[in-house]
């Protein structure tokens, strides 16, 4: 995949970014954190890198919550409507997109459902799409 630049917003509009990079990875995950965090059966999270994320507006409405005993889980959304934003862990050329919040087309197409043995009994399957019981080899 190429260089692309991708742009997207919150759900209220008060947050605007854009993203810079190489498309590598289009995840399905269906972690407990990441159902908690968006009230569904999986987050749809696609990993640029390199990427750059680039605040347009808004920025100073960006929070983060870290689980405390989570190596890799942070939750990034707008605090004024709740959406879940992109996120870019200091000092990485890794940015994490969820799907969900972008303006455009998406580049790519999910590749795998990882995490899929702490799926909850109710969430999607069925599709052709690969199934990891945790994280998919990279």
Request: hydrophobic share 30%; aromatic share 10%; charged share 20%.
């Amino acid at each position: 995949m190429t260089h692309l630049t991708l742009s997207g917003s919150c759900l209220c509009g008060a947050v605007t970014y854009q993203v810079e990079g190489d498309p590598k990875r289009f995840y399905h995950c269906h972690c407990a954190r990441c159902r908690k965090a968006t009230g569904t059966g999986h987050a749809s999270n696609i990993f640029l890198q390199p990427g750059q994320l680039t605040w347009l507006s808004g920025s100073e409405h960006v929070r983060a919550f870290k689980v405390p005993e989570a190596e890799r889980f942070t939750n990034q959304f707008c605090d004024v409507c709740g959406s879940r934003l992109p996120r870019q862990p200091e000092g990485t050329d890794i940015v994490s997109l969820p799907a969900g919040s972008l303006d455009c087309d998406v580049p790519i197409q999910p590749q795998a459902r990882i995490f899929f043995d702490s799926r909850s009994n109710w969430s999607c399957q069925g599709d052709a799409i690969a199934t990891y019981p945790e994280y998919a080899p990279q």
